[in-house]
């Protein structure tokens, strides 16, 4: 039997922006998704399980269209595919969080029949890939396109980060990726874009919590200019916390930074799913 891993994925800034060539800076997360491979003689069998253990899909491989699409790009790739045996997916996170279920099972896959992955992303979504960069990260990234179908990115330092005043808080809608990657927007200006760039760069930087509240705040703010919605913080007047959106806008989950921990109680009072940011992230060098 093969057995592969590949980690989730939060992106802490660049949302959007980094369709367009911005820098976005992303890190991995704990929790991940496995693949085991159990060579049979029956057609080739994919059956994915969520994190309490129940099929939610159970199907010919070829037959579930993400996963065919998968596997008929590795070919495409040079990939090795086995005609026969069943393939077993794990995700250890909530389905419903966006934490890259898709993302990691284009890793997997990329593992699993030895091709590149970015190659793989790229042939097989409109996403910027960001995700599956992270996939295999064991630290946080810097990260932008270089072209339609390329892009570069590097490690960055994230021991320094304040993130004992972080946590995570879900927001209960899940945003399709796909569908926001296709909306049609404005196209930033090259000035935009650069402004963007350096939110992210000066997040990467920093180790004061102070630093990070601005930052995230300039971002929140682009961002809410340009794709016309209003930002998370909107929805929580009263919160001693600054949130950003993490990902598509209105979805999943929101950073919440507080220049007092304390003040990230709120969440847990008022009903909203709050998690520890060393639950989330391992720790990063």
């Given at each position: 039997m093969n057995s592969f891993w590949s980690s989730g994925k939060l992106l802490l800034c660049g949302e959007y922006w980094v369709l367009h060539g911005a820098t976005a800076l992303a890190v991995p997360t704990v929790l991940g998704q496995g693949l085991e491979f159990t060579e049979s003689n029956?057609?080739?069998?994919?059956?994915?399980?969520d994190r309490t253990g129940a099929a939610w899909l159970d199907v010919p491989a070829f037959q579930d269209p993400h996963v065919g699409a998968l596997l008929r790009a590795a070919l495409d790739l040079g990939g090795r595919v086995p005609p026969s045996g069943?393939?077993?997916?794990?995700?250890?996170?909530d389905r419903n969080w966006g934490w890259g279920s898709s993302s990691s099972l284009t890793d997997l896959m990329a593992q699993w029949t030895g091709v590149d992955p970015m190659q793989l992303h790229f042939a097989t979504s409109s996403g910027s890939g960001f995700d599956v960069a992270c996939a295999r990260a064991r630290t946080?990234?810097?990260?932008?396109?270089?072209?339609?179908?390329?892009a570069a990115w590097s490690a960055v330092s994230a021991a320094h980060w304040p993130v004992d005043h972080f946590a995570l808080v879900y927001l209960g809608a899940k945003q399709d990726s796909q569908l926001e990657v296709q909306r049609t927007?404005?196209?930033?200006?090259?000035?935009?874009?650069?402004?963007?760039?350096?939110?992210?760069?000066?997040?990467?930087?920093?180790?004061?919590?102070?630093?990070w509240i601005d930052g995230i705040r300039e971002a929140e703010a682009r961002t809410s200019?340009?794709?016309?919605?209003?930002k998370i913080q909107d929805r929580f007047?009263?919160?001693?916390?600054?949130?950003?959106?993490?990902?598509?806008?209105?979805?999943?989950?929101?950073?919440a930074v507080a220049e007092d921990p304390g003040e990230l109680a709120y969440f847990t009072e008022h009903g909203y799913l709050c998690l520890?940011?060393?639950?989330?992230v391992p720790p990063l060098p």
């Open positions: 029956e057609p080739l069998h994919w059956t994915a399980y069943h393939a077993v997916t794990h995700l250890e996170f946080a990234i810097a990260y932008h396109k270089t072209g339609a179908k390329t927007r404005p196209n930033p200006s090259e000035a935009e874009l650069e402004a963007m760039s350096a939110v992210s760069r000066s997040l990467a930087a920093a180790s004061e919590v102070g630093t200019r340009w794709i016309g919605q209003p007047p009263n919160v001693g916390a600054t949130l950003k959106s993490l990902g598509a806008w209105g979805g999943d989950f929101a950073l520890k940011w060393s639950d989330c």
